[in-house]
């Protein structure tokens, strides 16, 4: 079942999300080469913390971290530690918020100084996707036409779309229904209506679509090393159009 939030509670899902915002923004000032992804972690948690949100990563499901940090080949889940970036790295930072009991989730991926121009396409495609499915949260329209506007841009850029991870639901849980995925055929599943929210999280490698769990039993990685990136925002469908609740 797909929840309809009112208007009051999609205010309660914008203080949150803004919360994430400014998190996100806070550490992309803070990326650069020499930086520890643990430092990363703890701006993130102590700057979320002061604005009276609680990290929703951490301990969900037993994640360690506040944050999620995937560098390269990492798509997703990865958990900060000691590792060093360095020049020429890309970053996918993906945080939650959760704010009175109502939730933001946002992701970005930014280049540590100066990338290659595969790297720097990667990115700048994975974020097209993610505006071109916002774009399609309308009233009246179907779930999977989000779902087939992202593919198209990623495929059209001979990228690839991610399969075994995909967006969701999001509110007073992190983790709603419906599954929102980032590949799928235009007019069908369910009618979108005002008052949905979803967290539409396009996650994109530049080689094939196929992904494997590491040891650890959250970092996921491209399958054959290719670089991936990963661009998120929570937004509302409403009568006047998409709403992004993780805007700054």
Request: charged share 25%; aromatic share 8%; hydrophobic share 40%.
């Amino acid at each position: 079942m797909i929840v309809q939030k009112s208007y009051q509670e999609l205010q309660m899902m914008r203080k949150a999300g803004r919360i994430a915002a400014q998190a996100m923004r806070a550490l992309r000032m803070a990326i650069k080469a020499g930086v520890t992804t643990e430092e990363l972690n703890n701006i993130a948690e102590s700057f979320i913390l002061e604005k009276g949100g609680r990290p929703a990563f951490k301990g969900y499901r037993g994640f360690p971290a506040s944050i999620c940090i995937s560098v390269n080949d990492e798509v997703v889940h990865g958990i900060p530690g000691k590792r060093v970036l360095k020049e020429g790295d890309i970053v996918g930072i993906d945080l939650g918020v959760e704010y009175e009991g109502y939730y933001g989730d946002i992701a970005a991926t930014f280049p540590v100084g100066k990338v290659d121009a595969e790297a720097k396409r990667l990115i700048e495609v994975t974020k097209e996707a993610l505006e071109v499915g916002i774009s399609q949260c309308r009233v009246g329209n179907h779930l999977f036409d989000i779902s087939a506007a992202i593919q198209e841009v990623v495929e059209k850029n001979g990228f690839s779309v991610v399969r075994q991870f995909v967006g969701h639901g999001i509110g007073k849980s992190l983790h709603e229904d419906p599954q929102v995925p980032n590949y799928g055929e235009k007019g069908k599943g369910p009618l979108l209506e005002s008052g949905m929210t979803f967290a539409l999280e396009p996650m994109v490698n530049a080689g094939g679509w196929e992904v494997e769990v590491l040891s650890d039993g959250w970092t996921v990685v491209t399958a054959d090393g290719s670089l991936s990136a990963h661009f998120e925002h929570t937004v509302a469908v409403t009568d006047k159009g998409p709403w992004i609740l993780t805007s700054c």
